[in-house]
């Protein structure tokens, strides 16, 4: 007697699912958001742009992860995804087509490649520089009355420049355009001095001055200034500190309006890297 014996089939796997819902089709620049929606049984999601992995995510089932679209040319690129199952099937999603566009915009400029100081007075001297800078000011304010004088304020003195902002400078001189205004002040101008300083040094590099700068009691007087400071007069390289010291005599006493404009600037001079430390402050 022959007895049949029945076996069935293995089931075969079947591959996951997967769509690429992040990014749509079209442009993208900067961080971008990868994600994807996976059929139940998805343990890892990987991404792939042009068929290189860019990212992966293995913690279910939320699968959006982030990608630097920087670190890929400009231009045209085919995004994917894939998903695994525990079994170790794959499965693959459509194509989704995107243009990489990191390219940076053109500096403000004044037709010589130069860019423009954001927030410059519209009496600036200077249409462009050869870095990007931004015009802060400070100021200081006058005391009230002392022994000969008459009314109650003496008004204020502002310092302000188009600075270089943590800008790397490797020109040999640093250009400066330093701004002095006396608002309601009859004060005259000392000087203004132009300090550098590190973590072992601090100098006064220069002091500027014009006579003609004297203040009103009721009204506004502004004067533009102009160094070139060069890169020699720093004793290290990598972040140094600038410093603008304002000193402006005020009649019928010894004393004086003082306001200053500190920051900072990463130097490459060639000198040894000593960064100093600290915030830059407006005061």
């Not at 075969?12 to 996976?38: E, N, Q, R, W």
């Not at 670190?71 to 045209?76: K, L, R, S, V």
């Amino acid at each position: 007697m022959l007895t049949a014996l029945l076996f069935a089939a293995p089931a075969h796997a079947v591959a996951p699912t997967v769509t690429l819902t992040s990014p749509l089709p079209g442009p993208i620049s900067g961080i971008v958001t990868l994600d994807a929606v996976a059929a139940a049984g998805t343990t890892r999601v990987d991404y792939f742009l042009d068929g290189r992995p860019i990212a992966y995510d293995a913690t279910c089932c939320l699968w959006d992860e982030t990608w630097d679209s920087t670190t890929a040319a400009d231009g045209a690129h085919a995004l994917t995804a894939q998903a695994r199952s525990s079994a170790g099937e794959i499965g693959a999603s459509s194509t989704v087509p995107v243009t990489v566009d990191n390219v940076a915009e053109p500096p403000p400029a004044d037709g010589g490649g130069g860019y423009a100081c954001v927030g410059a007075p519209d009496d600036a001297p200077v249409v462009a520089y050869p870095l990007p800078t931004t015009f802060v000011e400070a100021q200081a304010w006058w005391m009230p009355t002392r022994a000969g004088q008459t009314g109650n304020d003496f008004g204020h003195a502002h310092v302000g420049s188009c600075i270089p902002e943590r800008e790397t400078i490797t020109a040999a001189s640093i250009p400066i355009d330093i701004r002095v205004t006396l608002h309601d002040n009859p004060g005259k101008l000392i000087y203004v001095g132009v300090v550098v300083k590190g973590t072992s040094y601090e100098n006064t590099v220069a002091k500027l001055y014009d006579p003609t700068l004297v203040g009103q009691r009721d009204g506004t007087v502004s004067r533009w200034l102009h160094y070139d400071l060069p890169l020699s007069a720093f004793h290290s390289s990598g972040l140094q500190e600038i410093r603008y010291r304002l000193f402006v005599s005020e009649p019928k006493t010894t004393d004086i309006t003082h306001a200053s404009l500190n920051f900072q600037t990463n130097i490459a001079n060639g000198a040894p890297v000593a960064n100093v430390t600290g915030s830059r402050s407006y005061a």
